[in-house]
């Protein structure tokens, strides 16, 4: 058994690592603060391994590269940030109808338009879901601590490839840049995924299949001739008009998602069981309040913290719970109320939501939290 | 001339079997009659032919428009992509498996327009991509508007009054970006079209095909032209002049025709050789 290594990493330097690990082996990509260091490492560590890196002419270009990348076959992954995130959206909705698997990182700056390149937010998070045009599945999870980068780029590169579809990591510009201990796991220790593959006959292949949910997906090049197109299609991959055959096809593709939400649902819940109010937050606000929770409960008060990982699809099930036996959720986040619209859907009236809005390129902070929460005692 | 004449025999008197190469079950195409489209498709599978390309390893892609649907029809490894992208995407394919061969059909809006920026830059990586752009100087599929090919005062559905926008010159503009094998061809001169995509696919290293096709549907009907024939006669035919007999013709005799042929032919090293001499020698040593 290997011995263990621990290295000093930058947030986006364990991203980097997860994707290695998870045997991605293409990126595309292009420039942006605060993303960069995710492409100059995977342009040093790529070539070393076989795999191909290249950097486009544009934000667009980065992912189609990806996406031409996957589609030979090859585990892919682009990153970037806001405005980037932006002119990556008609790609991302191509991703989901042709169920083509990708990674996508989007390190969150501030926003809108050039906003605050430096400065971290949490500000991207519908655009995750709602980016772009149509109805569409999306995954999105949303580590807290660099390690946990490393480990949801792995989670990201599983997800993508088990249910052929893009797959977001969201973390804001602090855990991008700051630097935690990381134990560089050894093979065996997390879980790799990769995509089913077909193993009919070339003849009989069809790349939506609709004998399974999620139909097996051959590379280009392999003997399995087909066609792939962003227009609405049949189980061929040929364009269809059927409106029968679309709405099937529209249905499914949210459908494999839907029915799995329990699988890819992760939530870390702290002190929950008696709590009084709940704070619903993630990245680097989530450290925050971790912090303000301990604070609460030194001073009396019956605080916890639920923390999600996988942000889309939404955590519907444990807010609905956790809505029926406390006071009220703070929700604290880098934006003017994104993710609290979300929460007040899922509470359903049952308990007070409360946003804590931060949009001036600082963390919020302990204090921050410990003095709304305490105005709901 | 007499060559041409007898050459245009002899394939006329052996049929080329399309059916291997096309999806004869998606058909009928979706052109509209006289497009020149369906001719360029037929080059194209003919040089693939005589390449002797396997169908398995062709990945043929394509952006948004009419001549973006030709992947739908042909039996290979077919994407058709977003407006725009499609050069992106082959690019991706392309590094990722080069020992495929990977061609891009794309209409003169899609590669010069919406994806002139990744048209620039593939030509400059000279990536081993064949790239076949059909110009037809029109967005036909949304009806007939101006394209960055539709000659000045011009009529579309977006310039009644007459186009002010002067046109591009594709060839130059790929010239200029880097690629190393610059052609034009018409649909009218179908055989001589057959041996510049032939020599295109032939070449290592980013190859564009300008092919002058005409749409009478849309640019036709707004401009006049009495019918497709008339269209290919006065654009293409007439329009044009090869680049070897042009060399020998007066410059009065030139003016205001396009060159066609292959105008513009160089070796440089390809990217994804480069990218395989960087792993093996650089990346490999750095442990």
């Known amino acids: 058994m290997a011995e263990k290594k621990k290295k000093l990493l930058q947030g986006n330097e364990a991203c980097v690592e997860g994707a290695i690990y998870a045997g991605c082996r293409f990126y595309g990509g292009y420039p942006i603060t605060p993303s960069t260091e995710i492409a100059e490492g995977m342009s040093v560590r790529l070539p070393k391994l076989g795999g191909k890196f290249i950097q486009m002419e544009d934000e667009i270009g980065g992912i189609a590269a990806a996406l031409g990348g996957s589609l030979a076959g090859l585990k892919s992954m682009t990153a970037t940030s806001g405005p980037g995130f932006s002119l990556k959206q008609e790609c991302i909705g191509y991703a989901c109808l042709a169920e083509i698997p990708l990674v996508i990182v989007d390190v969150m700056r501030g926003g809108p338009s050039t906003g605050y390149p430096t400065g971290p937010s949490q500000s991207d998070i519908m655009q995750a879901k709602w980016g772009t045009h149509g109805d569409h599945p999306a995954i999105a999870l949303t580590p807290s601590t660099v390690p946990e980068i490393l480990s949801e780029t792995i989670r990201a590169f599983n997800l993508a490839e088990q249910f052929r579809t893009p797959v977001m990591v969201l973390y804001d510009e602090i855990l991008?840049?700051?630097?935690?201990?990381?134990?560089?796991?050894?093979?065996?220790?997390?879980?790799?995924?990769?995509?089913?593959?077909?193993?009919?006959?070339?003849?009989?292949?069809?790349?939506?299949?609709?004998?399974?949910?999620?139909?097996?997906?051959?590379?280009?090049?392999?003997?399995?001739?087909?066609?792939?197109?962003?227009?609405?299609?049949?189980?061929?991959?040929?364009?269809?008009n059927d409106s029968k055959m679309i709405r099937e096809n529209n249905e499914r593709i949210m459908r494999k998602v839907h029915i799995n939400r329990e699988s890819i649902w992760q939530n870390e819940e702290v002190m929950l069981d008696d709590a009084e109010v709940v704070i619903f937050t993630i990245g680097s606000t989530a450290r925050s309040a971790r912090f303000a929770v301990n604070e609460l409960r030194k001073s009396g008060v019956k605080a916890g913290l639920l923390r999600p990982l996988t942000i889309w699809p939404f955590p519907d099930k444990a807010v609905g719970e956790i809505s029926s036996r406390v006071k009220a959720i703070i929700v604290p986040e880098m934006?003017?109320?994104?993710?609290?619209?979300?929460?007040?859907?899922?509470?359903?009236?049952?308990?007070?939501?409360?946003?804590?809005?931060?949009?001036?390129?600082?963390?919020?902070t302990p204090s921050q939290i410990f003095h709304e929460v305490r105005k709901y005692l | 001339m007499s060559t041409t004449v007898a050459e245009k025999k002899e394939k006329i008197?052996?049929?080329?079997?399309?059916?291997?190469?096309?999806?004869?079950?998606?058909?009928?195409?979706?052109?509209?009659?006289?497009?020149?489209?369906?001719?360029?498709?037929?080059?194209?599978?003919?040089?693939?032919?005589?390449?002797?390309?396997?169908?398995?390893?062709?990945?043929?892609?394509?952006?948004?428009?009419?001549?973006?649907?030709?992947?739908?029809?042909?039996?290979?490894?077919?994407?058709?992509?977003?407006?725009?992208?499609?050069?992106?995407?082959?690019?991706?394919?392309?590094?990722?498996?080069?020992?495929?061969?990977?061609?891009?059909?794309?209409?003169d809006g899609d590669a010069l327009a919406i994806g002139g920026n990744h048209f620039i830059h593939a030509c400059r990586r000279n990536i081993d991509i064949t790239?076949?752009?059909?110009?037809?100087?029109?967005?036909?599929?949304?009806?007939?508007?101006?394209?960055?090919?539709?000659?000045?005062?011009?009529?579309?559905?977006?310039?009644?009054?007459?186009?002010?926008?002067?046109?591009?010159?594709?060839?130059?503009?790929?010239?200029?970006?880097?690629?190393?094998?610059?052609?034009?061809?018409?649909?009218?001169?179908?055989?001589?079209?057959?041996?510049?995509?032939?020599?295109?696919?032939?070449?290592?290293?980013?190859?564009?095909?300008?092919?002058?096709?005409?749409?009478?549907?849309?640019?036709?009907?707004?401009?006049?032209?009495?019918?497709?024939?008339?269209?290919?006669?006065e654009i293409e035919k007439d329009g044009t002049v090869n680049v070897k007999q042009a060399a020998n013709l007066p410059p009065e005799k030139l003016a205001g025709k396009m060159l066609r042929g292959v105008l513009y032919k160089v070796e440089r090293p390809e990217y994804c050789e480069k990218y395989d001499i960087l792993i093996k020698e650089k990346a490999s040593a750095k442990k």
């Open chain 2, 131 to 233: 790239v076949l752009v059909f110009t037809n100087a029109t967005y036909g599929m949304t009806g007939g508007q101006y394209s960055p090919t539709t000659p000045l005062d011009s009529i579309a559905t977006t310039s009644r009054y007459g186009n002010i926008e002067p046109p591009f010159d594709t060839c130059e503009m790929a010239k200029a970006s880097g690629a190393t094998f610059v052609a034009r061809g018409t649909a009218y001169h179908t055989i001589e079209l057959e041996k510049t995509i032939h020599e295109a696919i032939m070449h290592k290293g980013t190859s564009v095909v300008d092919i002058i096709d005409a749409c009478p549907t849309y640019y036709g009907r707004a401009n006049k032209f009495k019918s497709a024939t008339q269209m290919m006669e």
């Open chain 1, 176 to 240: 991008g840049h700051m630097r935690e201990p990381v134990t560089i796991p050894n093979p065996g220790d997390f879980l790799v995924e990769d995509r089913a593959r077909p193993d009919c006959k070339p003849e009989e292949y069809h790349p939506y299949d609709d004998r399974f949910l999620i139909a097996p997906l051959a590379p280009f090049g392999s003997g399995y001739r087909f066609h792939v197109t962003g227009l609405n299609h049949k189980q061929d991959g040929f364009p269809t």
């Open chain 2, 13 to 107: 008197s052996v049929p080329f079997d399309y059916n291997k190469y096309l999806r004869p079950n998606k058909l009928p195409h979706i052109w509209c009659p006289g497009c020149g489209h369906g001719i360029v498709l037929k080059a194209m599978l003919r040089a693939i032919d005589k390449a002797g390309l396997d169908k398995n390893n062709i990945a043929l892609v394509s952006g948004i428009g009419c001549s973006s649907r030709t992947p739908g029809y042909v039996d290979f490894n077919t994407l058709h992509t977003l407006h725009g992208r499609a050069l992106p995407f082959a690019t991706g394919i392309k590094l990722a498996k080069p020992e495929m061969n990977v061609m891009v059909v794309t209409g």
């Open chain 1, 335 to 364: 934006n003017l109320g994104q993710m609290t619209l979300e929460v007040e859907r899922c509470a359903r009236g049952r308990c007070a939501v409360e946003g804590l809005f931060r949009v001036d390129g600082e963390p919020i």
